[in-house]
């Protein structure tokens, strides 16, 4: 790869692999994104390091699992001293923008992004904070609850809607001003949408396109909490499932929403994609189609996300660059870490020389030239709500093991049991393999250090939000700049030329195109 080429980035919000086209599902319609797996590199193994928006989001800017940053939970600030992708590629050449969420805590709102389009549909305080030290205490006002499958069904307009219209039209206008742009420099676009994230509610074109009777209910049945798992049962407590009574209807209803919003997701890829044709940009644009986490959505009875069972924690990640890299898949596990050190590698083979500090993703570049990676091991660390101690998952080709103090250990042949029915980790024939995953998590993690800073960070943090409400209130949430006075035809610049400049393609070209 000799010339940079532009980067398209694209990032649902709570989307499952398992529930698209390109993962094998038969019922949802997502044509555009279809289109890039077809012509694409699609992983099939690829996870979410932390399944919880935040401490996701803070992987995938900087490379770096939530003990190395800091972002332990949805409320934990993101330290604006962690380099990021954006910060490396502005080194390279690049312009970068963020257009939508990135649940940035903090009063660094951009992290080396050079523009933000909008700003974030969460809050950038410690609000969100959650409370080791008293476990089982569930925080009404801000813990999910069933009120998302419950309500789950066509809206016209909602809080999430309203936000998404806005990220995809703000992206889309940005690339027509990167066509126009008198400079040309590679772009880093970011476009992270809301959806399919829940409350499950969908326009009516959306809802339209599947009925109640096409949608498929859970593979696996919903499991009386005293047969769950530890951390299972944890989280049936948490989101006060037990509270409600969930019936078929309101799954397959909540099913029926998320499937719709998917579509919507697609509908916003389709516009992005016909812009970059459109201006001529397609041909060297890199798109990369991810999420942050998954959604159980009735899975084994369970809803959102806070696990690594897969549902929760395998995610979509497609690249397309058929200019670059030839359509095939790849099995080797990977993750959100690791599209850091794989930008600064587009930007610039080698490029990863140039990182400021170490980082616990790797390259997927030799992947996406077709090489192999046996033995490739991804490993991922949650410190939020749902667990009272540190927990760690490690992926390697078809083994998951899950590792949390508190928990009975988990191991789970993916190969054979892809839907984690059987836990093999007391299976005397895996004593060796378990063996082996617990020397790869004490050779790389102290879980009793961690555990303290966890709850030292907490403790401050809670401290902190309730000074921060006392008297006058300066929030961090983004205040998007917009100089309408640079907009559209003013009188300090020639109006004419306003006119010509805007144009795309200019008049010039149009014609030759016409002929």
Not at 157 to 168: A, C, K, M, P, S
Not at 342 to 370: H, N, Q, Y
Not at 493 to 506: A, H, I, K, M, N
Request: hydrophobic share 40%; charged share 25%.
């Amino acid at each position: 790869m000799t010339k940079q080429p532009n980067i398209l980035i694209i990032i649902a919000d709570q989307l499952a692999a398992q529930y698209l086209p390109a993962y094998g599902h038969k019922v949802v319609k997502t044509p555009a994104i279809d289109a890039l797996a077809a012509q694409g590199v699609v992983f099939d193994a690829a996870y979410t390091n932390s399944p919880l928006c935040a401490p996701a989001r803070a992987v995938f800017m900087s490379g770096c699992l939530p003990s190395t940053t800091g972002v332990f939970d949805n409320a934990a600030e993101f330290p604006a001293t962690v380099p990021t992708f954006a910060h490396y590629l502005r080194l390279q050449g690049y312009r970068t923008c963020l257009s939508g969420k990135m649940h940035f805590v903090g009063p660094d709102q951009l992290h080396g992004f050079e523009e933000r389009l909008t700003t974030d549909i969460y809050p950038a305080d410690f609000g969100w904070t959650p409370d080791w030290s008293k476990p089982g205490a569930r925080i009404d006002w801000w813990y999910h609850n069933m009120t998302s499958v419950k309500q789950a069904g066509i809206a016209e307009i909602t809080n999430q809607l309203e936000y998404d219209d806005e990220v995809g039209f703000l992206a889309q206008r940005k690339l027509y001003d990167y066509a126009r742009a008198a400079e040309k420099k590679p772009f880093c676009l970011t476009v992270s949408f809301t959806h399919p994230h829940d409350p499950y509610a969908a326009r009516p074109e959306f809802w339209n396109l599947y009925k109640d009777e096409d949608i498929d209910l859970p593979k696996v049945a919903a499991l009386p909490p005293d047969e769950m798992d530890a951390h299972s049962r944890r989280l049936y407590e948490v989101c006060a499932m037990q509270e409600y009574d969930i019936n078929e209807a309101d799954i397959r209803k909540s099913r029926h929403g998320y499937y719709a919003s998917i579509s919507y997701i697609d509908s916003h890829v389709q516009k992005l994609v016909a812009t970059l044709k459109a201006c001529n940009l397609d041909e060297d644009t890199i798109i990369i189609l991810t999420s942050d986490h998954g959604d159980f959505l009735g899975e084994r009875g369970l809803w959102y996300k806070m696990s690594y069972r897969d549902p929760a924690a395998r995610i979509p990640f497609i690249v397309h660059a058929p200019n670059r890299f030839k359509p095939h898949r790849v099995a080797a596990p990977i993750s959100l870490a690791d599209i850091l050190p794989t930008l600064v590698d587009f930007a610039g083979k080698g490029g990863s020389e140039m990182l400021a500090s170490p980082i616990d993703g790797r390259s997927l570049l030799p992947l996406l030239e077709g090489e192999s990676q046996p033995g490739a091991v991804t490993i991922g660390e949650y410190l939020a709500e749902g667990v009272h101690y540190p927990m760690h998952m490690i992926r390697q080709e078809g083994w998951k093991y899950i590792a949390c103090g508190t928990d009975p250990e988990q191991l789970f042949d993916m190969k054979n049991d892809p839907l984690e029915s059987h836990n093999l980790a007391e299976d005397p024939q895996q004593k060796a393999r378990v063996t082996a995953f617990r020397a790869v998590l004490k050779a790389r993690f102290d879980v009793a250090q961690i555990n303290t800073r966890v709850l030292n960070s907490q403790k401050a943090r809670l401290t902190l939000f309730q000074a921060l409400t006392k008297g006058k209130l300066y929030p961090w949430d983004y205040q998007p700049l917009r100089q309408a006075s640079e907009q559209y035809t003013r009188n300090h610049r020639d109006v004419t030329e306003t006119d010509v400049l805007s144009r795309y393609p200019l008049a010039s070209e149009a014609e030759k195109k016409a002929v």
